[in-house]
C-alpha cells in the first residue's frame, strides 16, 4: 500500500480547502497522458474500485485506482519542509534490512 505521512495528507487536506472542492471530491493520483511513467494530481470522486487514503480527521484526501497499486506498493507520498519548489515527492520506502 502507498505510505502517506502526515505531512502530505496535511497539505492535500489545504489543497482541497483552496480549491473550495465538493466534500465528497479528493486529490486523485492517475497517470500523466502527455509524460509516459509519470503520476499527476487532479480533483475527482471516488469510483468503485479505488484505494481511499484518509487523514486523521476520517476525510477522504487521496484516492487512486486499485490498478496503481502495483505501481505504488513499497512508496511513499510526502511533502518535505524543506523543499523549496513546494511540491509533493513520492520514494521508495527505505529498506529497514539495509541497516
Same mark, same amino acid.
Given at each position: 500500500?502507498?505510505?502517506?505521512?502526515?505531512?502530505?495528507?496535511?497539505?492535500? &487536506?489545504?489543497?482541497?480547502? @483552496?480549491?473550495?472542492?465538493?466534500?465528497? @471530491?479528493?486529490?486523485?493520483?492517475?497517470? @500523466?497522458?502527455?509524460?509516459?511513467? &509519470?503520476?499527476?494530481?487532479?480533483?475527482?470522486?471516488?469510483?468503485?474500485?479505488?484505494?481511499?487514503?484518509?487523514?486523521?480527521?476520517?476525510?477522504?484526501?487521496?484516492? /487512486?485506482?486499485?490498478?496503481?497499486?502495483?505501481?505504488?506498493?513499497? &512508496?511513499?507520498?510526502?511533502?518535505?519542509?524543506?523543499?523549496?519548489?513546494?511540491? /509533493?515527492?513520492?520514494?521508495?520506502?527505505?529498506?529497514?534490512?539495509?541497516?
Amino acid at each position: 500500500m502507498l505510505n502517506v505521512t502526515g505531512r502530505a495528507k496535511q497539505q492535500l &487536506k489545504e489543497l482541497l480547502e @483552496s480549491k473550495g472542492s465538493d466534500p465528497k @471530491s479528493a486529490i486523485r493520483l492517475v497517470v @500523466s497522458p502527455h509524460k509516459e511513467g &509519470k503520476l499527476r494530481m487532479v480533483i475527482d470522486e471516488p469510483q468503485g474500485n479505488d484505494q481511499i487514503v484518509k487523514n486523521d480527521g476520517n476525510e477522504e484526501i487521496l484516492i /487512486f485506482d486499485s490498478k496503481l497499486q502495483p505501481v505504488l506498493e513499497g &512508496k511513499v507520498l510526502d511533502y518535505p519542509e524543506d523543499n523549496q519548489d513546494a511540491a /509533493f515527492t513520492l520514494s521508495n520506502i527505505p529498506d529497514q534490512n539495509s541497516k
